[in-house]
C-alpha cells in the first residue's frame, strides 16, 4: 500500500493542489452578513494568505461561525465581496465546491456506513472507484482509526469524538485547498481531540491546505497559527491579539472607570462611549513583573496566577496566560525575557498596562 501523501496526490489531477506561494487565497471587502435583523458580520476589510494557518477568537456571538460560513461558502453576505483565489466566488460555484471544506462543531454524518461517509467525497468528485478503498484507509489513519475496527461501522456505532473523528476524515480525503473548523475539539473527549488536532496540522504542513480555525482553546490556537484574528460584535479587531473584556462599566467617585472582578480586584479604563461597551487591552500595552509594581498616576496593575507558557511562532516570543478572577489575560514576553525570570506556571505575578492603552468597541 502507498503512503497517505502518495494516495491522496494520485487522486486530483495538479491543479488542485495547492501552492505555497505567499498569496492571499482569501479578500474580503465590505462584508455585512444580517441574520434577520442582527448584524452578524461586519468586516470592511479582511485577507488571508495562502497556506497559512489562522485562529479565530473571540467570546460566544463574537461572529466566529458566521464568518467561517462566509468562507466556506455555505452562506452569501448580505453585502460585499468575497474574492477566492482572486476570483469573486459564491455558494455552489465550481470554484469552490470542492476546494473548501468546513467541519462544524456537530459532525453530521450521513445515515450509512463510516467507509461510505468518507467516500461519499470520492463518489462526487468522479474518483473511479477502484481507488476508494485505498483512500478510505488512509483517510481513517490520518485521524488515528483503524479501518479494520471502523470502516464497516454504521454511522450510530460511534462515539461522539469518532464521529468528529470521522467527519474530519471525510473532509482530508479530499486534501482542500481550505479547511475550515468550527470549535472542532468543543464536545469531544481528550484523545479524540489532541488527534483532530494533530491531523488538521498535518494537512496544513504536508499538503500546504490553509487551515481557519475558530476554537476556545487559546492554547491550541496561540501554539500553531501564523496569525491570530480577535473578533468581537461581528468585527475584527486590527490591533492584534487584544485582551477583550465587556462592562458593564462604572463611574467612581474619584473620576475613575471600572469593573470590579469576583475577588474584589478591580479593571480600569478610559472612559468608555457606554457603560456596555467592550473594552480591549492589547497585549503589547501589558508588562508582567514577579513583585508588586510602582505605579505613576496613570498605571494600573493586576495579581493573578500565571497559567500558560507557549511558544508563539508567528512573533517569536513567549506567550503567557494569566488567570485573574473568572478572567484570563495574554501578553508576549521576550523569549531571553522570560528566560532570566525564571517563569513558570503556577506563579503568582502582576500586570501592569496605562489606562490609556485600552480600546473600545
Known amino acids: 500500500m502507498t503512503s497517505e501523501g502518495d494516495t491522496f496526490k494520485t487522486l486530483w489531477p495538479k491543479r488542485h493542489q495547492l501552492s505555497h506561494q505567499d498569496a492571499d487565497i482569501y479578500q474580503l471587502f465590505n462584508i455585512k452578513k444580517y441574520h434577520g435583523r442582527q448584524l452578524a458580520v461586519n468586516i470592511e476589510s479582511l485577507t488571508i494568505s495562502q497556506a497559512s494557518i489562522t485562529g479565530l477568537i473571540g467570546p460566544n456571538g463574537s461572529g466566529k461561525s458566521s464568518l467561517l460560513r462566509l468562507l466556506a461558502f455555505v452562506d452569501s453576505p448580505s453585502e460585499g465581496n468575497i474574492l477566492f483565489k482572486g476570483r469573486k466566488a459564491a455558494p455552489y460555484d465550481d470554484s469552490v465546491r470542492f476546494q473548501v471544506s468546513l467541519l462544524p462543531q456537530e459532525p453530521y454524518l450521513l445515515k450509512r456506513s463510516v467507509f461510505d461517509n468518507i467516500a461519499y467525497g470520492l463518489v462526487l468528485r468522479g474518483v473511479n472507484r477502484s481507488r476508494h478503498a485505498e483512500a478510505v484507509v488512509d483517510a481513517l489513519s490520518l485521524v488515528g482509526l483503524s479501518a479494520e475496527e471502523f470502516a464497516g461501522r454504521s454511522w450510530y456505532q460511534l462515539s461522539g469524538g469518532e464521529a468528529q473523528r470521522v467527519a474530519l476524515a471525510a473532509r482530508l480525503v479530499l486534501q482542500p485547498s481550505v479547511l475550515l473548523l468550527d470549535e472542532p475539539t468543543a464536545s469531544v473527549d ?156 503556577g506563579q503568582k505575578v502582576y500586570i501592569t498596562y496605562p489606562v490609556s492603552a485600552v480600546l473600545w468597541y
Open 190 to 345: 481528550a484523545a479524540s481531540a489532541q488527534q483532530i488536532k494533530a491531523s488538521a496540522l498535518r494537512a496544513s504542513i504536508k499538503w500546504g491546505t490553509t487551515l481557519i480555525v475558530a476554537s476556545h482553546d487559546w492554547q491550541w490556537v496561540h501554539e500553531i497559527c501564523n496569525r491570530v484574528i480577535p473578533m468581537f460584535n461581528g468585527k475584527v479587531m486590527e490591533n492584534g491579539r487584544g485582551n477583550i473584556l465587556l462592562g458593564p462599566w462604572r463611574l467612581e467617585a474619584e473620576g475613575y472607570w471600572e469593573k470590579v472582578l469576583a475577588d474584589g480586584q478591580v479593571i480600569r479604563v478610559s472612559e468608555p462611549f457606554s457603560c456596555a461597551a467592550a473594552a480591549v487591552i492589547p497585549h503589547d500595552s501589558i508588562f508582567l513583573s514577579l513583585d508588586k509594581p510602582r505605579l505613576n498616576p496613570h498605571e494600573h496593575s493586576l495579581h493573578g496566577i500565571l497559567t500558560l507558557l507557549a511558544f508563539d511562532p508567528s512573533t517569536g516570543s513567549i506567550q503567557a496566560t494569566i488567570r485573574i478572577a473568572d478572567l484570563s489575560f495574554t501578553l508576549r514576553i521576550p523569549t531571553n525575557h522570560a528566560q532570566k525570570m525564571l517563569l513558570f506556571p
